[in-house]
């Protein structure tokens, strides 16, 4: 009788436990109220207040996504107007003309933190 005891027991706890969470997984959701059912009328609003009217049919709506077309920086400059009478222009200068500062690390082929004349005559081609 004392092994019925010590067998019987824990699964009458398991059994529990097991029902609990099937009764707690069973239940369904509250259905949603009818969709005819008017609102309730809002009390806030003051009695003399007028609600504005609501139009129910629905624009045509059309959206249209682009880049916008790059500014006009106009034609680029001579090498000796950017690098100011020296020998390279440097990040410095290259921004008196956006594009060329936007292109700086492109132009400067050999990576030395300057362009030179050869190298902006081949960024002005567009090679």
Known sequence: M???KLVALPM???SLFGAGSLLAQDQSATPPPPADAAPAANSAMPADAQAAPQ???R???EVRSSMPPPP???PAPDFAQLAGGG???TPEQAAAYPPLANDFDYADRNRDGRIS???YERWRSGK
Request: charged fraction near 25%; avoid cysteine.
């Open 12 to 14: 009458l706890m398991g």
């Open 59 to 61: 624009p045509e709506i």
């Open 72 to 74: 006009s920086a106009g």
């Open 55 to 57: 139009s129910t049919a």
């Open 2 to 4: 004392k092994s019925f």
């Open 117 to 119: 004349k050869s190298e």
């Open 87 to 89: 020998k390279a222009i």
